[in-house]
């Protein structure tokens, strides 16, 4: 028998194995969570405190006047702008303040805090490695 | 032997591809182990033979392959070798028939097969099947077109409406174009079609679209912060609290 109609066989007398196991399979009273992080805690009287903090709040600036659509027309033209990399923003960024300064003779070698390096992530709220923010 | 489940007269139609969707199973073959996902994939993309006889279908379709299956040899077809630049009949363009069944009608091309030196005109030069037959069903009546050689068919020259020959020519410019022999007139390079039928000159932006100029607009300002960073600093909130040092293994 070819293999393609030794799986259909297969598949035809028993039951699906190799599928994953879903809250949508499975009895009614069965109930299996899809991953959802808890918002609170449980008490030990199996009743359930919400914490407002572990709540996902989502913080959106004002958008009135604010020209960007979901969607983009598709008269628009490719773009001509090149991708931003590390170098580009470096050399936006960073490097005009270091000619500046080391023309000026102020240039410190010692102290490149001043131009943006992070010696170490500690500290911070959002940190770039190990990430830890979902964008 | 296990009994199956259904009495023998009976025929089920299992829907192949529902059926192997749901299940990623391991196939074993002489060079090892290999998923089921990876043997169809392997199958779409087929090689074929120097002396395969194309059809009007693509080789890797399921019609082509019964008709040509891989061992199986026809007599060789002959076709006037016309090279890749000196084609002259686009998909998309307006041509004539000079003979045969719909001789002196125009229509649009929809389908070129170069390794046949075919054309196939919408609504045109057709013949009439039925699609989809079973059993008990004498299928769908349809219309289907025959392709037809290059050389029964000519390019239309705009100016006056008649078949003409055509040569590749260059302008001034540099642009090389097809012009017509009989009256010197260029014959424009037909509008390539989109699969979704749209054409971005035509397009109405909708209530949900954004202007071509607002969105070649630039109004980024590089900035080492990242988007986060910069929204609180705009909206003015202030975090002072930090995360918990936790582990994973």
């Known amino acids: 028998m070819g293999v393609l109609s030794t799986l259909m066989r297969g598949l035809v007398r028993g039951a699906d194995r190799m599928s994953e196991f879903t809250s949508k399979r499975g009895s009614r009273t069965h109930n299996k969570g899809r991953g959802a992080r808890p918002a609170g805690l449980r008490l030990s009287s199996r009743k359930f405190v919400s914490i407002r903090a572990m709540i996902p709040e989502f913080v959106v600036p004002h958008l009135e006047g604010f020209k960007l659509k979901p969607y983009v027309s598709y008269r628009s033209p490719r773009g001509t702008e090149p991708p931003l990399t590390a170098q580009s923003l470096f050399d936006e960024v960073v490097a005009p303040q270091i000619t500046k300064d080391f023309n000026e003779g102020t240039f410190n070698r010692e102290a490149l805090e001043k131009y943006g390096l992070e010696p170490s992530q500690d500290g911070k709220l959002f940190r770039l490695f190990p990430k830890n923010f979902v964008r | ?249």
């Open chain 2, 1 to 249: 032997m296990r009994e199956t489940d259904f009495s023998p007269g009976q025929q089920v139609a299992l829907p192949l591809a529902s059926i192997i969707r749901s299940a990623t199973c391991d196939i074993d073959l002489n060079r090892g182990t290999m998923r089921l996902t990876a043997l169809l994939s392997m199958a779409a993309k087929v090689v074929v033979p120097k002396d395969y006889r194309f059809g009007t279908n693509r080789p890797w379709t399921e019609a082509a392959k019964r008709r040509n299956p891989p061992g199986k040899k026809r007599r060789k077809v002959f076709v006037e070798p016309l090279g890749p630049e000196d084609w002259t009949i686009l998909k998309g363009d307006v041509v004539e028939i000079l003979a045969g069944k719909d001789k002196g009608k125009q229509g649009k091309v929809t389908q070129v097969f170069r390794h046949r030196n075919w054309v196939i005109l919408s609504g045109l030069n057709t013949h009439y099947k039925y699609i989809g037959k079973t059993h008990d069903y004498r299928g769908t009546y349809v219309t289907s077109e025959a392709p037809l050689l290059l050389r029964d068919v000519a390019l239309v020259d705009p100016a006056d409406r008649k078949p003409t020959q055509t040569e590749w020519k260059y302008t001034e410019e540099g642009e090389r174009v097809r012009v017509s022999v009989r009256t010197g007139r260029i014959v424009p390079k037909p509008v390539v079609e989109r699969r979704d039928g749209i054409v971005p000159q035509q397009w109405i932006d909708g209530p949900k679209d954004t202007s071509p100029e607002d969105t070649l607009e630039k109004t980024y300002v590089p900035s080492l912060k990242t988007l986060e960073e910069e929204v609180m600093e705009k909206l003015g909130i202030r975090e002072d609290r930090r995360h918990r040092r936790s582990y994973w293994y």
